[in-house]
């Protein structure tokens, strides 16, 4: 069996403190809410244009900007290990692309990405549903960035970028929802419908073909341009859309609880158990497990956990943390486990999830 050296409390967690694991408005149904802004600067051709030297240069030009600017680690990514560099890509912070990467300390919901798509890309996250913090977040970055650098802009088009549809603020909203309630009914199809109506674009996060299997429950909604309207406008159109699906998904979770109980409860018992007596578990299977019991707390069959402990969970069984913790703390695997790094990441996101619901207990059987 594999279990945790005594030296080692704790590990298991690796010290997260990221914006991910406080709690949000509305993060019963919206997960996060992602702001994203993009610069190029002036007398640079765009990424796909650039040579190696104009890359080198773009690069420490933003380095130069942000020299000084007290809480921020600037990343070169040439520099970054492998699993550094996962650890990265799993809270979304980059992608494969970029050259550099600029962090904000702390909870790192702020970052700036340098010569991905476009030069800069400003991000920034917070828990539950919040456009204007998020908003305020990135154009607090910008802001400081305006006074250093040159922007390409255009009086008829806003500012310049490589894709038409990100020109003029160069901003966009995205947010990551919980909808079980919604997909198990079968009403998820007028929520789509409703969210292209408005323009914006809908996408699941897995892709499963399994109704029961609650991977299937996640969705991003995304406002596709930013060259129409202001932030203003893009803010009050997301956050309009998003706030009816929140009604839907609480008034057709009540109707779950009040007639079908079984059901419901028959949904978090299995993925329960399949929890905590399962070995080995793949992240989708993870995020599965994660989302049933997240349903199951909301419906009110359960307690000992709460929405943002979940929500945390979401990152904290991802490949790159999980690959983190075992170079870095001290375990003891069974020797087939031992003998593979990718059966080792399996069974330790096995052992975060079953010591994350070790509190969890029934709040309302089934009469």
């Not at 702390?106 to 970052?111: H, K, L, M, Y």
Request: hydrophobic share 40%; net charge negative.
């Amino acid at each position: 069996m594999a279990r945790k050296q005594k030296t080692e409390s704790n590990s298991t967690s690796g010290g997260i403190s990221a914006w991910f694991a406080e709690r949000g408005n509305n993060d019963d149904v919206v997960i996060s809410t992602r702001a994203r802004l993009v610069r190029n600067l002036a007398d640079f051709p765009f990424s796909l244009k650039m040579t190696a030297d104009d890359r080198e240069r773009v690069q420490a030009l933003v380095y130069d900007a942000f020299s000084g600017e007290e809480g921020w680690h600037f990343i070169d990514m040439s520099q970054v290990s492998l699993p550094g560099k996962q650890i990265l890509i799993d809270k979304n912070i980059i992608n494969d692309d970029c050259t550099a990467v600029v962090i904000n300390y702390g909870d790192e919901s702020t970052s700036c990405l340098v010569n991905e798509s476009d030069h800069i890309k400003i991000a920034a996250f917070i828990s539950g549903l919040d456009c204007e913090k998020v908003m305020e977040k990135v154009y607090k970055v910008d802001e400081f960035l305006q006074k250093k650098l040159q922007f390409a802009a255009n009086i008829d088009f806003g500012y310049l970028t490589s894709y038409i549809k990100d020109c003029g603020t160069g901003l966009k909203f995205s947010a990551r929802l919980f909808i079980p309630s919604i997909v198990l009914s079968g009403q998820f199809d007028s929520v789509v419908s409703m969210v292209r109506e408005k323009k914006l674009s809908i996408k699941p996060v897995f892709k499963s073909g399994q109704i029961a299997d609650f991977s299937n429950c996640l969705f991003d909604i995304t406002t596709t341009s930013s060259a129409e309207g202001t932030e203003l406008d893009q803010m009050a159109v997301i956050h309009s859309v998003v706030s009816v699906i929140l009604k839907t998904e609480r008034k057709i979770r009540s109707n779950f609880a009040d007639n079908n109980p079984t059901v419901v409860l028959n949904f978090f018992k299995q993925s329960y158990a399949r929890a905590m007596y399962s070995l080995l578990l793949s992240y989708e299977e993870a995020v599965s497990i994660i989302s049933a019991v997240k349903w199951g707390l909301q419906l009110g069959l359960i307690k000992g956990i709460s929405e943002n402990e979940l929500n945390g969970l979401y990152y904290r069984v991802k490949d790159g943390h999980l690959k983190y913790l075992c170079d870095n703390f001290a375990f003891t695997f069974e020797k087939d486990v031992k003998a593979s790094e990718n059966l080792q990441i399996k069974r330790l996101r096995t052992i975060v999830i079953q010591q994350a619901f070790e509190e969890i207990v029934n709040e309302k059987p089934v009469s």
